[in-house]
């Protein structure tokens, strides 16, 4: 009975889309091991006009549609696609009306907007203690909090005119099946859940003035949506919709082979550098909160605590000042190597600088800290790529003190999957100022994830842990042990 069920060949596509670049994979199971393929890649930036920041909606569901196509194109002959889910970036969202129109543009986070919400919040002592308390939350410039509450204060009549807010997964879900869902993990990131149970908080809520009605009870992950029946999407009927972790860092930290036990400390390398772990409770109290730890949520409803450091962000940015930059892997290993020989930097930056979240010039942003603190500003890309790194390394350890000092655990490793894993330096940097291995999966821990709770929700798999043991032994990391230890 059960074989009818867990059928040993299943297709699924996830659809895993970045700030700075999106990707339909496939994905084939054969009852023990994964393979992936990538059917699509495309890069994607927010479009700023009159000053603010938006994401081009239709642009990224246009971009779904073509990786979908490829990716059926790409099945055996016979073959069906058995789902698709799609995860994103956290805490931006769409305002529709009851038919899913949208009725509000989708800003991009770091869009300026949330400036003064931002320091009003931190000025703010008993009010940020008391939303920390709810949500278990920072105060961060890109929370939804922020954002709706910029949004309903400028424009009141959108209590009125918006009946729900879909964060974007959610939304793609919607036009993917026509049916509107919240999913935990995504809503998690909005700092407007309630940190002790599967709702909205009243008193985050209440706090921002952000309407209740806009939202559902979050689902979990696994949830079918439906099939999917959206406008031209005939070339997929049959598949289903399951809402995955919405949140692509979920995602990821889901596709970390870790040992059980509670040991690892997890890096998730991309844009953001997300360090964290895995949690049975959150971690709160005003030791939490100055640390800015974020208790976002697992796909199953248990928590992630994590610290967010600004990650890869600082060397995309510094590298659009440069015409020398990378534009292939081969160029990349060079530049990485020109970066290794250099002697370590005398100093390190401040990566929590504010004035990195969305410079005009990334470069100069740097230069200027530098030269407030009278050194010298490096003399060329490889120079910057050796700081940036050295320093990213120092703020991955400074997470992991953190997380010790609180949580009373010690982590004997670190795993890093994204983008930044295949960074040597990254990782070497990072076990240095660590003084643990760093274990690099040169994985895209974001699709593995999104494809392993779509099995769990077509019933091939039962849990995470079933799926990781059976992942493991498929991988072939890169220790880094800490050249100090
Ligand atoms: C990473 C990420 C982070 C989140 C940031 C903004 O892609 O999802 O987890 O804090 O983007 O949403």
């Given at each position: 009975?059960?074989?009818q ?12 889309l ?10 084939h ?9 990538e059917?699509h ?16 909606l ?21 073959a ?24 509000y ?37 890109y929370?939804?909090?922020l954002q ?25 879900n919607?036009?993917l ?5 919240n ?7 909005s700092q407007?859940?309630?940190v ?26 696994g ?9 031209g ?7 289903a ?5 919405g949140?692509?860092?979920?995602c ?10 509670g ?17 049975a409770?959150p ?15 697992i ?5 992630r ?12 940015g510094?590298?659009?000042d ?29 990566v ?15 230069d ?13 890309l490889?120079?910057?790529t ?27 490793r ?13 990782c ?10 760093v ?8 699709a ?8 769990i ?29």
């Amino acid at each position: 009975m059960a074989s009818q069920q867990t059928s040993p060949n299943l297709h699924c596509a996830a659809i895993d889309l970045g700030a700075t670049s999106g990707r339909i994979m496939l994905g084939h199971w054969n009852g023990r091991r994964l393979a992936l393929t990538e059917a699509h890649r495309f890069p994607n930036a927010f479009r700023s006009m009159g000053g603010h920041d938006y994401w081009d909606l239709a642009g990224l569901w246009e971009q779904i549609v073509v990786g979908l196509r490829k990716a059926v194109a790409l099945l055996p002959p016979g073959a069906k696609l058995a789902s698709v889910g799609v995860d994103t970036w956290g805490v931006d969202h769409v305002l529709v009306d009851r038919r899913g129109r949208p009725v509000y543009p989708t800003f991009a986070y770091r869009d300026r907007r949330t400036q003064p919400g931002l320091k009003r919040l931190a000025r703010d002592r008993a009010g940020l203690a008391r939303v920390y308390a709810a949500t278990g939350i920072p105060n961060v410039f890109y929370n939804t909090s922020l954002q709706l509450a910029e949004s309903v204060t400028r424009h009141p009549s959108l209590r009125d005119l918006a009946v729900r807010c879909l964060f974007l997964p959610d939304y793609f879900n919607f036009l993917l099946s026509g049916r509107m869902a919240n999913e935990l993990t995504i809503a998690s990131t909005s700092q407007l859940i309630d940190v002790h149970a599967r709702g909205w908080s009243d008193a985050a809520l209440a706090h921002f003035g952000v309407p209740a009605k806009w939202f559902s009870r979050p689902v979990l992950a696994g949830t079918r949506l439906g099939s999917v029946n959206g406008i031209g999407l005939d070339f997929l009927t049959g598949a289903a919709v399951i809402a995955v972790p919405g949140h692509d860092t979920a995602c990821a930290y889901d596709a970390m082979p870790a040992a059980p036990g509670g040991t690892d400390l997890f890096l998730s390398s991309g844009t953001w550098s997300l360090v964290g772990f895995e949690s049975a409770a959150p971690v709160l109290g005003p030791d939490a909160l100055a640390a800015r730890i974020s208790n976002e949520r697992i796909g199953d409803g248990r928590y992630r605590p994590l610290t967010n450091v600004i990650g890869m962000w600082l060397l995309e940015g510094t590298m659009k000042d440069f015409a020398s930059r990378p534009n292939d892997d081969a160029e990349w290993t060079a530049l990485i190597a020109a970066a290794e020989k250099l002697p370590a930097p005398s100093a390190l930056l401040d990566v929590a600088d504010p004035a990195f979240t969305n410079p005009a010039s990334m470069k100069a942003a740097i230069d200027a800290q530098i030269k407030r603190r009278q050194l010298a500003p490096p003399k060329h890309l490889a120079a910057y790529t050796r700081l940036i790194c050295d320093s990213l390394g120092r703020g991955h350890a400074e997470a992991k003190a953190a997380f010790e000092r609180m949580s009373g655990r010690r982590f004997h490793r670190i795993l890093m999957v994204g983008g930044g894993s295949k960074n040597r330096l990254l990782c070497q940097a990072t076990a240095d100022a660590a003084g643990i291995p760093v274990i690099s999966f040169a994985l895209e821990g974001t699709a593995v994830g999104n494809l392993a709770r779509q099995l769990i929700g077509l019933g091939a798999l039962k849990t995470i842990a079933e799926f990781r043991a059976q992942l493991a032994p498929t991988l072939n990391p890169i220790v880094y042990p800490p050249s100090r230890a």
